[in-house]
């Protein structure tokens, strides 16, 4: 299947049965041995590698050509494939039993030493470097195996969708803004100098106006480009797979991501054990409240506990201010952490510091029923053990607690726990958890502007029961207060977890223009604004729009995670450094002055850095 004019065989191909036959293979020089009469060369695709063997008896003119190959040549070579004699074999290629005995050699491309090993899989290179010499990076066999295994995950994604009746359609990339709480890239329009285009931050007006169209199931391996700092779970350009389903509700939709991510994960990762089937859902408060985060990873324990009860009767001044202004007590257990060291203690606090808590209170117990801790002497020792029992902590645990406003409380613990079972490496890294994350706020309140933001993707609607209390308490939807009856709306948004990473996000969407309006005025955009950045969609609702919900997961990051790898850049063929610069093409780049002037375009300087 893989035969071409240029080869019979890949290099992969040649195996015990071929043993006897004539065969061209091409590919590269991983490695070349001269021992005079003979030559070695390992010749290597992306299929395997196969031990070539040049003797000088067999032929002087192919001995000639192959003492000039040198490594990273593209070669092709003709000869007979060989057993191997006895005791030569190599057990750890899976040609390793024969060799080419080859007549032939043509040297289809010769190559400058490369700036790094290519063939050692180990060999620690900068990224920079990597990244500079992306495609020779790429021929190295980590890398290479995780794009073979990225494009199998895509390929999965696609046989499932078509499967179950999802019409792939592509979307534009030249868009009006869609806001997905990102900046938006812009693209300058020539043909209409001062206007510009939005890069799309999703598909999501488009998705949504194609259920209006009646397509009923779309869905598209969609480029996504959001203008925000980088991290190493995001770039400035990734990939999502976008999916939207007519006549659905938030159950319908997410029954269809389960299904779809267990046959995925099957087909690309077959060895790695599923934690959870069905995947567990949590509610929103109900993950803070136990993990401290809305991607909660419960490949391990460790789960938080409310302190208040206790906490409001302890003596500890902290605790009842805190109590008292609205704010939470939480703790967590570190398993087997009850003799870490004031050193420990202190670089835990500062984690909580920068996690944003104002302090860490700890309370450690031993093996012989004895607790010592921060705040033991004020509490006493009977309190600070109730306290330590409710944290869900055993002897020889530390726990650890938070006293704050709710939300902050419980993230600064959420972050702890992360941190501690990675470094204390309390449980089976093979394991892939995937959780579901429901009922999310719809809004959070925009101190700045006075106004309800969308916590999430401004199109969800609230979940039915919540619908009344999309008001405001002075009864203008432009006039907002902290105190509105809106922020208790809960959004029909659902986030799928993989991890402890967010893989995705969706939700049932409003489908009427009245409510969908209502809901734009809350998060204070006003009529004419609604009119200017968001009429296509009002108005197709008014033509028909079915019930519709839909999501996105990111396909970076969930080949990402089912490679084990810590950096989306990891599984990117040709990604971005975290200051977005493509090293490779030497990407932003300053542009021609006649380009700039036909687009009516003049750059400010760049204001030069103080530091
Ligand atoms: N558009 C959303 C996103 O890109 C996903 C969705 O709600 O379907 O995160």
Not at 50 to 69: F, K
Not at 81 to 107: C, F, H, S
Not at 486 to 492: I, L, N, T, W
């Amino acid at each position: 299947m893989l035969q071409t004019s240029y080869r019979n065989l890949t290099c992969a191909d040649a195996r015990l049965d071929a043993v006897g036959q004539q065969a061209t293979l091409a590919g590269w020089v991983n490695r070349r041995r001269d021992l005079g009469q003979l030559i070695f060369l390992d010749l290597r695709d992306r299929y395997g590698i196969t031990q070539v063997v040049i003797d000088n008896a067999d032929s002087a003119g192919a001995h000639a050509i192959a003492e000039s190959v040198r490594s990273e040549y593209v070669v092709r070579v003709s000869g007979t494939v060989t057993k191997r004699l006895k005791g030569m074999e190599n057990d750890r290629l899976e040609t390793g039993q024969v060799e080419l005995r080859a007549t032939e050699i043509e040297i289809l491309s010769t190559a400058q030493t490369p700036p790094f090993v290519i063939n050692d899989p180990e060999a620690e290179v900068d990224e920079s470097i990597r990244l500079k010499y992306r495609y020779l990076d790429l021929r190295r066999k980590p890398l290479q195996q995780r794009i073979v295994a990225r494009g199998q995950l895509v390929k999965a994604i696609r046989d499932a969708h078509h499967t179950a009746g999802f019409i792939e359609i592509e979307t534009p990339l030249l868009i009006k803004s869609t806001p997905e709480g990102a900046r938006d890239f812009i693209v300058p329009s020539r043909l209409q100098p001062g206007s510009v285009y939005a890069l799309p931050q999703s598909p999501q007006q488009m998705k949504q106006l194609l259920m209006v169209s009646g397509f009923d199931r779309y869905y598209q391996i969609a480029r996504c480009l959001r203008d925000e700092d980088l991290r190493g779970d995001r770039q400035p350009e990734f990939t999502q797979l976008d999916l939207e389903m007519s006549f659905v509700n938030d159950g319908d939709v997410m029954a269809w991501v389960e299904e779809m991510a267990l046959v995925v994960t099957r087909a690309v990762a077959p060895d790695r054990p599923i934690l959870d089937e069905p995947f567990p859902r949590f509610t929103y408060r109900e993950a803070i409240d136990r993990y401290g985060s809305d991607k909660p990873d419960v490949r391990y324990g460790m789960e938080l506990h409310d302190l208040g009860e206790l906490a409001s009767a302890s003596g500890f001044r902290v605790f009842e201010n805190v109590l008292g202004e609205g704010g939470r007590v939480f703790g967590f257990a570190a398993t087997g952490m009850g003799g870490a060291t004031r050193k420990q203690i202190d670089e835990l606090t500062e984690l909580a510091r920068k996690a944003g808590a104002g302090g860490l209170v700890w309370l450690a117990l031993d093996g012989e029923g004895g607790i010592r801790g921060s705040i033991v002497k004020i509490v006493g020792e009977e309190m600070a053990h109730k306290l330590a029992a409710q944290a869900g902590a055993a002897a020889g645990d530390l726990v650890l607690i938070v006293a704050d406003a709710d939300i902050t409380a419980q993230e600064v613990l959420g972050t702890l726990r992360v941190e501690l079972a990675d470094r204390n490496d309390a449980f089976d890294r093979s394991l892939l958890s995937y959780v579901w994350v429901h009922q999310f706020p719809m809004y959070h309140w925009n101190a700045d502007n006075s106004r309800w933001d969308a916590t999430h993707n401004p199109f969800s609607a609230v979940l039915p029961e919540d619908e009344a209390l999309l008001t405001t308490l002075s009864g203008n939807p432009l006039v907002a207060s902290h105190e509105d009856p809106a922020g208790r709306a809960r959004a029909q948004q659902y986030d799928i977890a993989l991890n402890g990473w967010e893989l995705g996000g969706g939700s049932v969407r409003f489908h009427t223009r009245e409510m969908l309006s209502k809901s734009f005025s809350l998060m204070g955009h006003s009529p004419e604004a609604q009119e200017a950045q968001f009429s296509g969609i009002l108005e197709a609702f008014e033509y028909g729009a079915p019930p519709h919900g839909g999501i996105a997961l990111g396909v970076d990051r969930w080949i990402a995670l089912l490679t084990d790898q810590s950096n989306i850049r990891e599984v990117m063929a040709f990604p971005k450094t975290s200051s977005g610069s493509d090293l490779m093409l030497d990407a932003p780049s300053p542009v021609a002055a006649e380009q700039l002037d036909e687009l009516g375009l003049a750059l400010k300087p760049r204001k030069p850095t103080t530091s």
